[in-house]
């Protein structure tokens, strides 16, 4: 998957700095669809001269060619990014805000009942459900605000 990122990057134009590469490393391996200030703060004492902006440029040009998804704001206010690209359902808590991937052969069949009914030939699709994670449901079932 990291391959994917940085040879996009290298068609867009972009140096291949240590930074982007981490960067795209981040996105690869990261389960936990980081915002860009996630991204941001996670290399900044491995790059001390790492910019926001570097973070948010590299983050957009993935974006525009289509090699990450945006999720769009989880309830924090920011912009979540995705790089598997696979057909899966994200799950996002409404209290403490974390998104994580559920894969299920569902989303397969789903997928073919669409184009079969619509006539659609379906080129992406994205599949949210939003609520209450494991630890924020024992944290409000104990009384806590937030886990």
């Known amino acids: 998957m990291m391959n994917r990122l940085i040879i996009g990057l290298k068609q867009a134009g972009l140096r291949l700095t240590p930074q982007r590469v981490a960067i ?4 690869a391996e990261s389960k936990d669809h980081p915002t860009a200030m996630m991204i941001y703060h996670q290399l900044l004492p491995q790059f ?23 999720l769009g704001d989880a309830g924090d206010g920011a ?3 995705d790089a598997d690209l696979t057909p899966h359902i994200n799950l996002v808590c409404v209290r403490c805000h974390r998104v994580v991937d559920f894969d299920e052969r ?10 079969q009914r619509s006539g659609y030939e379906v080129q992406g699709a994205r599949i949210v459900y939003y ?10 079932r104990n009384g806590k605000e937030s886990a």
């Open 24 to 27: 795209c490393q981040v996105l």
């Open 48 to 70: 001390p001269t790492l910019s926001l902006a570097t973070v948010y440029k590299t983050l957009h040009v993935l974006k525009s060619m289509g090699l990450v998804h945006a």
């Open 79 to 81: 912009e979540h990014f």
């Open 106 to 115: 569902l989303v397969h069949e789903i997928q073919h009942i669409v184009e």
């Open 131 to 140: 609520g209450l994670c494991p630890d924020c449901r024992a944290a409000q």
